[in-house]
């Protein structure tokens, strides 16, 4: 079985930043891909950004210029990198991992919540 942990959600000010992480741990077939999701109180879970395992990045067009994904192969951990945080940006963000069997896994979620 496979394990994502995720961390470094919180609460912060418009206009902050905030570096999610996720570890994946446990029976890890060869990752195909990671990404970070989003779920806002009464909307539907959202992809926010995914990298490759080839490095190879896309952003949902909420988060461009604004967001940075990056991935350590060595540690199986992905990032999320949010600056310049919107009260909409507020959900919580779930870690996700498709390995090349096509199998998915999901993280428990973190909050993140941006107010004043």
Known sequence: QVQLVE???GLVQPGGSLRL???ASGSIFRINSMAWYRQAPGKQREQVAIITSGGVTNYADSG???FTISRDNTKNTVYLQMNSLKPEDTAVYY???RDLLG???W???TQV???S
Request: net charge positive; with cysteine.
């Open 95 to 97: 870690c996700y991992l």
């Open 64 to 66: 461009k210029g604004r």
């Open 107 to 109: 993280g428990q979620g």
């Open 103 to 105: 199998r998915e896994y």
């Open 7 to 9: 961390s470094g959600g």
């Open 113 to 115: 919540t941006v107010s």
């Open 21 to 23: 992480s996720c570890a």
